[in-house]
């Protein structure tokens, strides 16, 4: 069984704050780590990926992979009511993905 | 949910019926995904078709068959269909890591 665990929140932070969500997972096999958003009633969007240790930036979203820790996180700056959805974690080993339950992130104007 | 399209949307069935859900793509992606999300279960993967004519098992397979028919077109059928099997179904396509797209979903609901 190859388990990925969220917080699943709701997370909430005030408009303009930095939203840090986090991933952590069981397969060190696992090779690539993604992060979706999802708005209630639609289909997940891709934001980010990483697979190398480090930071990863991608405008006001910043993905951190720590592999010895089996950690990734989202960092969202300057959190808009926009970013207000459920964010999910997932990831890669071989062709399959796993994801988490999903962090609810409401972003308070 | 650029290019990835679900038929039907919503669905309900009586236990024991059957039914296959469509999923079709326009952008020439190779691998194709099924995955239901239930609440509290998170997204899990059905089936996936790496290629045209290939499709494997994913983490719950029980209850399902697929089809990869086409480079276009996956399609996902529920023999006989159970109340556990109430659950929303996406349809989603894989184009590198960083090009992956989910259709907009089937809402399936079997009494």
């Known amino acids: 069984q190859k388990e990925v665990e969220q917080n699943s929140g709701p997370l909430s932070v005030p408009e303009g704050a930095i939203a840090s969500l986090n991933c952590t997972y069981s397969d060190r096999g696992s090779q690539s780590f993604f992060w979706y958003r999802q708005y209630s009633g639609k289909s997940p969007e891709l934001i980010m990926f990483?697979?190398?240790?480090g930071d990863k930036e991608d405008g006001r979203f910043t993905a951190q992979l720590n592999k010895a820790s089996q950690y990734v996180s989202l960092l969202i700056r300057d959190s808009q009511p926009s970013d207000s959805a459920t964010y999910l974690c997932?990831?890669?080993?071989?062709?399959?993905?796993?994801f988490g339950t999903g962090t609810s992130l409401t972003v308070i104007p | 949910n650029a290019g990835v399209t679900q038929t039907p949307k919503f669905q309900v069935l009586k236990t024991g019926q059957s039914m296959t859900l469509q999923c079709a793509q326009d952008?020439?992606?190779?691998?194709m995904y099924w995955y239901r999300q239930d609440p509290g279960m998170g997204l899990r993967l059905i089936y996936y078709s790496a290629s045209e004519g290939t499709t494997d098992k994913g983490e719950v397979p029980n209850g399902y068959n697929v089809s990869r028919l086409n480079k276009r077109e996956f399609s996902l059928r529920l023999e006989s269909a159970a109340p556990s099997q109430t659950s929303v179904y996406f349809c989603?396509?894989?184009?590198?890591?960083?090009?992956?797209?989910f259709g907009p979903g089937t809402r399936l609901t079997v009494l």
């Open positions: 997932a990831v890669n080993t071989g062709n399959q993905f796993y």
């Open positions: 990483i697979y190398s240790n």
């Open positions: 989603a396509t894989l184009h590198g890591p960083d090009t992956q797209y």
């Open positions: 952008m020439n992606h190779n691998s």
